[in-house]
């Protein structure tokens, strides 16, 4: 029964992608800006310029673009970066890993200080601490994360200059690491000065990313909780003897995560399209940074490469988030 | 007797790792040595192939090509031309061959020599349509390569008078034959090898790239041993960059933080560079009227502009020559003058009450108050009777419509001249077959023609000086400014501006 819903939900996800790459592709043709006109210098000839066009493939009908594009996926071949010369495959996944070690630790991050949000605003209801802890969540929402980059820049970048500003690790570190997730390699080799130095270094951007999404996180939860506290196995629970603090993440924190999970994960497929602003303010070297350069460059081949790779992303995170509902909820299997 | 249960090993645990963090944190910005120079660079490197591409063609990239490549022939910071690769170079009495002398004790990085075969080979690559260098058009008009000892003569095709400056400036650079031939297109741009004084010794695509000192480079040894090339392509990093001791030197900060920063005990250098503001004016109503257009210009107090919204940053001009250029005249000048501006738009039949109407394109933060800047003349427009609606529009788009020639009646841009020549000012700008002319012109086009060929050096700069004159007086565009570049960098450092807007780091020293 599963793995019939599996393959359904697999299957399904090959129109959603193909209509995301048709998408992508006629959208590159319709936005302004051709990739030609960035790189002719002055006193080229419409020779020239068709010579160029001719090199990038560019001179083709649409269709032909598509068709070979198409084909080139299929095959595994995203093409090939107009700007920086090299495979698109190659250098979204050289990228990749950067942007999850990134995703990953602001959403470790953003849980971490949603849940103690949370519990602390329940534990403290009615009292100051939960007027305090609403005014932060208000603010931690109402302030971008790109805005949250600057403010962090500035007091803990120059300030009070604690971390490194820009970059992913620190130029004058020795480190060839085989994988480019630098992060698990490092701990895998013990290489703790590098660790250090890549959590120095993702530490400014992780929580400029984390704090909106910790403020979303924690209103969620805080609803949950707060309904969770009203049934009841908590009145028995308290009747028991149990502290509030215990009554809170014994019993009523286990029940009231569910949501928060369910949201997570879709925050965690919306994180990864979208730390492009972050990544640019701290110069880290991950796929929203690839991602502005090839606007700015009008890199068509890596520019469709980024997009479906992003939506690649947000189906399979999807995918799995349901696949986890159907594994809790055997109902929804049969739907 | 303590008991070790799980939530005293975790608080042990939390604490041991996060003191070495702490320690490793805090004291992460001291780690540099004295013999390492790191500079917050503005643009990020695409591609470490000098030849082929969008970045061989953006001015820009060119600070990390002259880091590590060596062009076939050098400029001095003034953009007066020096020996590269090649020492001598020059045209046969007739302009049909050309000879050039390759530098004996060149070496490339990998410690193989540098040969008249190298250069040849680079620039027949350069001529050959399927690189896809964009400069092809120039290099293609020399052909039959010959060697003798270190000696190259080749035969002129077409007769470009601007050939050797080309050769010093975009895609102007010497390759390794063997070394690119052997490693490949991909392999290449992983490591690069060139003949500059510094060698790539690791690169991360668009965070840093850090150089090695080549210690049989040609030239004066770098003083710096090591130099780091961090990315970073937002002003506010590259400012808290600067501020906090990441990075010794920046550019292209906004011009207030330079003047904070400056107080604040760093040094600091704003120099005039080879990159002017201007306003595109296409051959469209109401641009046809030559009282529009000279009332425009006219109408705009560019002192004003420079002095107080850019804080002094820059220099008015009124040509498309910066000082600094070949063919620039002082005499050639186009005054602020409101009430002349108010006669000209008498006399097509508009003033204040019946003004006349067009819309002004910009991009807004690609350069320096660049929005700003268009907002404050369109102010100044209001006064005399232009009423110019503002279209803001991304660099890729002003590419795409000047290309086309679908500018609006006016657009403002920039433009970069390195080598200072007019052919690559005014000639590109403004002759019709140029596909970054906006204002399509018989006239110009009869004036620059002849000077494409001209094999008389004095003669074209003059013949140049006389169109720009004839621009000014039919006000086919107009020059805003000559952009000024702030550079700011800590104290005990020497630093040797560049007009062409390139950060050496070669020239870079303690002070």
């Known amino acids: 029964m599963f793995g019939r819903y599996l393959m359904l939900r697999l299957l399904l996800a090959i129109p959603t992608i193909f209509c995301v790459a048709v998408i992508v592709f006629v959208l590159m043709r319709i936005v302004p800006g051709d990739p030609i006109s960035m790189m002719i210098p002055p006193g080229a000839s419409p020779d020239d310029i068709e010579n160029l066009r001719e090199i990038y493939g560019l001179n083709k009908p649409v269709l032909d673009q598509f068709l070979i594009w198409l084909n080139g996926i299929a095959e595994g071949d995203l093409g090939r970066s107009i700007s920086l010369k090299l495979g698109v495959g190659q250098l979204i996944l050289n990228r990749l890993p950067a942007t999850l070690e990134l995703v990953i630790l602001s959403m470790g991050i953003a849980i971490f200080l949603a849940v103690t949000a949370s519990v602390a605003a329940i534990r403290y209801k009615d009292t100051l601490v939960e007027r305090v802890l609403d005014t932060f969540t208000g603010v931690a929402q109402a302030i971008p994360d790109f805005l949250w980059s600057l403010l962090l820049l500035l007091f803990f970048g120059v300030i009070l200059p604690l971390f490194p500003i820009t970059g992913r690790l620190d130029p004058s570190l020795s480190f060839d690491p085989i994988t480019n997730f630098y992060f698990f390699e490092a701990i895998f080799t013990f290489r703790l000065d590098v660790v250090w130095d890549l959590l120095a270094h993702l530490a400014l951007p992780s929580f400029a990313l984390a704090f909106p999404l910790a403020a979303s996180l924690s209103r969620v939860l805080r609803g949950s909780l707060s309904e969770a506290m009203s049934q009841d196995y908590i009145t028995l629970a308290q009747v028991k003897g149990y502290s509030r603090l215990e009554v809170i993440t014994k019993f009523a924190l286990r029940n009231a995560l569910i949501p928060t999970i369910t949201l997570s994960g879709v925050q965690f497929a919306f994180l990864i399209g979208g730390t492009v602003l972050v990544e640019y303010i701290f110069s880290y070297p991950g796929l929203g940074n690839l991602a502005i350069s090839a606007v700015v460059q009008r890199d068509l081949p890596l520019i469709q490469g980024l997009i479906l790779t992003f939506a690649v992303m947000f189906v399979i995170t999807n995918l799995l988030i349901d696949l986890s509902y159907a594994l809790i909820n055997p109902r929804l299997r049969g739907r | 007797m303590h008991t070790f249960d799980r939530r005293r090993f975790l608080k042990i645990s939390g604490i041991a790792a996060a003191a070495p963090l702490a320690g490793s944190v805090l004291f992460s910005g001291c780690s540099k040595g004295s013999d390492v120079l790191s500079i917050a660079y503005n643009v990020p ?291 602020y003058d409101l009430e002349l501006a108010k006669k000209y738009l008498a006399k097509s039949g508009f003033s204040v009450s019946n003004p006349v109407k067009f819309t002004i394109q910009t991009t807004r933060g690609y350069k320096p108050k660049d929005y700003e800047m268009i907002e404050a003349i369109v102010g100044m427009w209001k006064q005399v009777g232009i009423e110019a609606s503002i279209e803001i529009y991304e660099i890729a788009k002003h590419f795409e419509l000047r290309m086309q020639h679908k500018l609006a009646p006016a657009a403002f841009y920039n433009w970069g001249n390195s080598i200072g020549d007019p052919s690559t000012s005014t000639g590109f700008a403004m002759f019709s077959y140029s596909p970054h002319s906006a204002f399509k012109s018989p006239e110009v086009d009869k004036l620059i023609g002849p000077l494409w060929g001209e094999p008389n050096e004095e003669k074209r700069i003059e013949g140049y000086k006389n169109v720009d004159r004839y621009i000014a007086d039919e006000g086919l565009v107009i020059p805003l400014l000559q952009y000024s570049q702030p550079v700011v960098y800590r104290s005990g450092l020497s630093f040797t501006a560049h007009t062409a807007g390139f950060i050496l780091p070669q020239n870079i020293k303690s002070a």
């Open chain 2, 45 to 335: 490197l695409p591609s470490w192939d000098p030849t082929t591409g969008p970045s061989s063609v953006n001015p820009t990239i060119q600070t990390y090509y002259k880091a590590v490549f060596d062009s076939f022939i050098d400029q001095n910071p003034d953009l007066s031309f020096k020996a590269g690769l090649l020492t001598e170079w020059g045209w046969n009495e007739d302009r049909t061959k050309i000879k050039m002398t390759v530098r004996e004790n060149a070496f490339w990085h990998d410690g193989s020599p540098v040969t008249p075969e190298d250069v040849v080979w680079s620039l027949e690559r350069a001529a050959n349509p399927e690189s896809g260098n964009p400069i092809q058009f120039v290099w293609s008009k020399i052909n039959n390569f010959s060697i003798s000892g270190q000696e190259i003569t080749a035969d002129v095709k077409e007769f470009e008078p601007t050939l050797f400056k080309w050769m010093a400036f975009l895609t102007g650079y010497v390759m390794p034959k063997k070394a690119y031939l052997d490693r490949g297109a991909e392999a290449w741009e992983e490591q690069p090898i060139g003949s500059g004084p510094y060698m790539v010794e690791k690169f991360e695509r668009n965070a840093y790239v850090r150089l090695k000192a080549f210690p049989q480079y040609w030239g004066d040894k770098p003083e710096f041993e090591t130099v780091v090339i961090k990315m970073v392509p937002d002003a506010s990093a590259r400012v808290a960059e600067i501020e906090s001791g990441g990075s010794d030197l920046t550019l292209q900060i906004p011009y207030e933080e330079f003047n904070r920063l400056s107080s604040k005990g760093f040094s600091g250098q704003s120099y005039p560079v080879s990159d002017i503001g201007m306003i595109f004016i296409s051959n469209r109503e109401p641009m046809l009227d030559k009282n529009v257009r000279l009332a425009m210009h006219h109408a705009i107090d560019k002192k004003a502009i420079v002095n107080d919204l850019l804080l002094g940053f820059g220099t008015p001009i009124d040509t498309l020559q910066a000082p600094e250029y070949d063919a620039f005249e002082s005499t050639t000048t186009v005054g």
